[in-house]
């Protein structure tokens, strides 16, 4: 503003650079203005972030010796898992081929068990990595800053700096990992697994009763029927644990056994199976290391055949709603694919509430027929104008259409094991 004059004073309220005539004009020192000298601004600034940088250090030292020590685990992940397997196969070896079904179930719980650790210290480390590049990428600008910036440059960018330093001083980071080695245990003499065959050796996860969950699906009369239970550690995640470990009991209203199975669906879930053989009230009791899952014994209600356990949409083009529904078919995650003709479009619902998760438009002039690969790929099939086989990823984009010779108007289809 006052041409030629040189800029030494720091207006404090305003948060300006002044010069001497401002101090006079615009800047008269008042109750609104407080003009300080700038070599005296810049030295306070200079002495705050001094004081900042030497909190960071101590921050730095243990950001990095957390990266340090999940490192450390993370080398001692590939060996551990070889040792827990190495010891694994020379104890099943001398069980011949009795074990020979259960070593193979142990060998894939240590290779699930460590994928599965493995991507959570990756990602533990990613996070550190991350906010320790932050921390670095600020102290080095401060520093600079601090060093070789000008009394004007402190100035300029001394709030900015701090309030970023004072943010990632005081920012609450999780610098512990969880995880601990594996460890293949031995729980039973040789000379007795002709009885305890199925209680010889298992991965141990350190499963945690009380973080486990048990969720009953609809049950109907005389269909087979499931309650899939997660197994969990105390740290929440998925754990692979011997089936001798599983108990269910389920009883029918008159108090009758319903005799259940238990089959591991991929790493820490299990599908416990029955097939009620009357309607009403039943009773299943869940045990995990001989104790009771948070909620057991729980109530199923077993409808009878004519009674629908879900009820999905009403008339309509809306969301929820449906128009001309011809086929469906279940996806890679449980949820209900439904073709609606009458709207041209796929409309994927949840199994347990019926509610609408997301919808997407389909071609063809009539479509009819849905199925689900083995990797979750929907095919559609559709008849009259532009008939074909259309494949859609879970998202409802077009991927691919299939319009052989042999076939004009395709209806119905399926996918076989093999895909």
């Not at 104890?91 to 290779?111: A, G």
């Not at 109530?299 to 809306?318: C, N, R, Y």
């Not at 199925?371 to 409802?396: F, H, K, M």
Request: charge should be negative; charged fraction near 25%; proline fraction near 4%.
């Amino acid at each position: 503003k006052h041409k030629n004059q040189e800029l030494v004073f720091y207006c404090e309220s305003c948060k300006a650079l002044i010069c001497t005539a401002c101090t006079v004009v615009d800047h008269r020192p008042g109750k609104d203005h407080n003009p300080v000298e700038i070599a005296i601004v810049a030295q306070n600034t200079k002495e705050t972030l001094q004081g900042l940088l030497q909190d960071m250090d101590p921050r730095l030292k243990e950001m990095q010796s957390s990266v340090a020590e999940v490192e450390r685990k993370m080398s001692t992940l590939t060996p551990s898992k070889e040792a827990a397997t190495d010891q694994a196969k020379a104890y099943f070896r001398r069980l011949h081929d009795l074990l020979q079904k259960h070593e193979e179930e142990v060998l894939n719980q240590i290779d699930e068990q460590c994928r599965a650790d493995g991507k959570a210290l990756q990602t533990k480390k990613d996070d550190i990595e991350f906010e320790l590049a932050g921390l670095t990428s600020a102290q080095t600008f401060c520093q600079q800053a601090v060093e070789h910036g000008s009394d004007w440059h402190i100035l300029e960018v001394g709030d900015q700096v701090q309030t970023r330093l004072e943010t990632l001083l005081t920012k609450q980071l999780d610098l512990e990992s969880d995880w601990s080695e594996f460890q293949f245990l031995e729980n039973t003499v040789v000379a007795e697994f002709d009885r305890e065959v199925g209680k010889f050796g298992f991965l141990n996860t350190g499963v945690d009763v009380s973080t486990c969950d048990l969720v009953v699906k609809p049950a109907v009369q005389k269909f087979q029927c499931v309650a899939v239970l997660t197994t969990t550690n105390k740290e929440g995640r998925p754990c692979i644990m011997s089936r001798k470990a599983i108990k269910a009991n389920m009883k029918d209203p008159d108090g009758k056994n319903v005799p259940t199975q238990r089959l591991i669906k991929n790493g820490g879930s299990w599908e416990i199976s029955y097939t009620p053989k009357v309607t009403g009230n039943h009773r299943l009791e869940v045990k995990v290391n001989s104790q009771e899952v948070a909620g057991s014994p729980f109530d199923v209600e077993v409808q009878g055949t004519d009674t629908p356990v879900l009820t999905i949409g009403q008339k309509g083009s809306g969301v929820g709603e449906v128009n001309g529904p011809v086929d469906v078919a279940v996806d890679k995650d449980g949820n209900i694919a439904m073709v609606e003709q009458g709207n041209k479009r796929v409309q994927i619902f949840d199994a347990q509430s019926g509610n609408s998760l997301r919808s997407f438009h389909i071609e063809g002039e009539y479509p009819f027929g849905i199925a689900v690969d083995s990797i979750g790929t929907l095919l559609v099939t559709s008849w009259g104008e532009n008939a074909g086989i259309r494949c859609y990823p879970q998202e409802g984009e077009l991927l691919n259409t299939f319009k052989p010779d042999c076939m004009s108007s395709p209806h119905g289809l399926t996918v076989l094991k093999d895909g």
